[in-house]
């Protein structure tokens, strides 16, 4: 299962960007998509994770100026981040699993990363 991102960039604090990741290839069902990002020298962290039943779930930096939605028809994700700080820069990675058929051969697949820039 392939993962493309789109909508990263450079923005200034106080703006938005939205962030898309469309998953292709062998896919029987999603289980979970979700955004993580990571800075030079720390650990990969969770964004905003959504699950197939709707449930989502944020880092807590985040919350209240992220929102994570889905298009199940189109296996799509996509991260609404409003008010952005310069601490949200990083790399955004796009993370997407489940199962290819229906004899539970999973997926957990990464996106390349797409960089997030705040800046003034």
């Known amino acids: 299962v392939q993962l493309q991102a789109f909508g990263g960039g450079l923005v200034q604090p106080g703006g938005s960007l939205r962030l898309s990741c469309v998953a292709s290839?062998?896919?029987?069902?999603?289980?979970?998509m979700g955004w993580y990002r990571q800075t030079p020298g720390n650990q990969r962290e969770l964004v905003a994770l959504?699950?197939?039943?709707?449930?989502?779930r944020y880092g807590e930096s985040v919350k209240a100026r992220f929102t994570i939605s889905r298009d199940a028809a189109e296996n799509t994700v996509y991260l609404q981040m409003n008010s952005l700080k310069p601490e949200d820069t990083a790399v955004y990675y796009c993370?997407?699993?489940?199962?290819?058929?229906?004899?539970?051969?999973?997926?957990?697949?990464w996106g390349p990363g797409t960089q997030v820039t705040v800046s003034s």
């Open positions: 993370n997407v699993d489940g199962f290819k058929d229906s004899h539970y051969c999973s997926f957990d697949s």
């Open positions: 290839g062998t896919i029987f069902s999603i289980t979970s």
């Open positions: 959504v699950t197939s039943g709707g449930s989502t």
